[in-house]
């Protein structure tokens, strides 16, 4: 059995955001990650799936397994044509607030070291 790699998952509406959690969940228990660590993967791409639908309306969510001399793990990325943020600079301080059709998602999400040593 060929195991899938990548792929895509448009993101339109609420049942999009399902299926996105699905998709990530399944990728990320597979190659391994702890559950916790599959907990916190799965809740960033629910929320960015959720900023998607709110403030841009469509985009779409893209993954991949990468495989380095490190490890095994997941890139996912969300992309949509919402109309922005005005000030990115000041969205990406602490505690700022955005509740405009931003469409970029949250800038803050970033890659950080899971507490097992896995990199989420």
Known sequence: MVRQVNGDVNI?????IITARKVVRNVAAEIGFSLTDVTRIVTS????AR????????GVMTWRK????????????FTDKGPGIENLEDAK????????RA???DIRCQETDGRDGNRI
């Open 12 to 16: 339109t509406n609420e049942m999009d």
């Open 45 to 48: 791409a629910s929320e960015l």
């Open 66 to 77: 990468i495989h380095s001399l490190d490890g095994q793990g997941i890139e996912i990325i």
């Open 51 to 58: 900023n998607i639908v709110t403030y841009a309306d469509s």
């Open 93 to 100: 301080t602490p505690g700022f607030f955005y509740r405009q």
């Open 103 to 105: 469409g970029y998602g």
